[in-house]
């Protein structure tokens, strides 16, 4: 059983940074981040953040382009969002997850697909 623990989550304000961590048990060919918004239903679907394959690529949402960065250490086993000029539209539940089947891309990769999620870390930006 594949199991995602995330860290890192907090406060911040406007502008400010944060980073989060998921430590993962196994190294996984797609592994990424996506987030749930508060004003969001519970059923309604997270959305994808950031993505990363096996080789390192990556892709981002259009919302995060330029500010948010995902990254990999396979030595540590630990998966990594830094995130910067945060805004608050960001503020969300950030959940880690790995392992979907089919392309590793935020533009196409869909949350009933993921088969393996992390407990979530919130995040809250404010003015």
């Known amino acids: 059983q594949v199991k995602l623990v995330e860290s890192g989550g907090g406060s911040a304000q406007v502008g400010g940074s944060l980073m989060l961590s998921c430590e993962y048990s196994?190294?996984?060919?797609?592994m990424g981040w996506f987030r749930q918004a508060p004003r969001k239903a519970p059923g309604q679907e997270r959305e994808g953040v950031a993505v990363i394959d096996g080789d390192g690529s990556t892709t981002y949402a259009d919302s995060v382009k330029g500010r948010f960065t995902i990254s990999q250490d396979n030595a540590r086993n630990n998966l990594y969002l830094q995130m910067n000029s945060l805004k608050p539209d960001d503020s969300a539940m950030y959940y880690c997850?790995?392992?979907?089947?089919?392309?590793?891309?935020?533009?196409?990769?869909?949350?009933?697909?993921?088969?393996?999620w992390g407990q979530g870390t919130q995040v809250t930006v404010s003015s």
């Open positions: 997850a790995a392992a979907w089947p089919g392309p590793c891309d935020v533009a196409v990769v869909t949350a009933r697909a993921v088969p393996y």
């Open positions: 196994e190294t996984l060919y797609s």
